[in-house]
């Protein structure tokens, strides 16, 4: 418990927020930083280059002084698919889509809607009116081959929704969705995950 606080300490000491601290058997010792946020402020500001050498430095300071003993320190960003941990990341990224994973499966909660033994879903996370967590999805079928004709009367899959408590979380990230592109997407939420 040492280490995390001394890490934490540091890394906030210098303006970042510790995201996750990582302790593998190896040795290696994996932080990952990100700026801090606060309501009302945009949620996204990239970690760069520089600032993950920036807390590199000072953290191989700081563990030299204090005795940790440790082989390799790699300080990065929390990616595209950013782990959600607590209240405040669940706040910064309401309208993002996301992935989450249950402790258990829903059951029949859903009304025969939605698969008894599922607890992957991959949508938009939101709010509900009183307050409530919820994620929001399409379950759409696989997306058409390469030149294989779909009907434009098709009608779209049925929007559907799923309150939680953050306490029934197993996991929950930032959906990892690149567009090489630049463009956006047809239309409507991403599918299931499997």
Known sequence: MALQQTIEATVSGLGYELVELERSAGGLLRVTIDWP????????????????????????YVLEVEGIDYRRLEVSSPGI??????????????GEVVDLTLKAPIGAAAGGQVHANRKKFRG?????????????????????????RVSAKRAPAPEQAMTFELDELQSARLAPLVDFKGRKPAGGQPGQVD
């Open 124 to 148: 938009t996370l939101g709010r509900t009116e009183d307050g409530a967590w919820q994620i929001v999805w399409r379950d759409e079928s696989p997306p058409a081959k390469p030149g294989q």
């Open 37 to 60: 946020w606060m309501p009302g402020e945009p949620a996204e500001r990239a970690v760069t280059v520089d600032d993950c050498e920036r807390v590199t430095r000072q953290l191989q």
């Open 81 to 94: 698919d950013r782990p959600l941990r607590d209240e405040r990341d669940f706040e910064r990224f309401v």
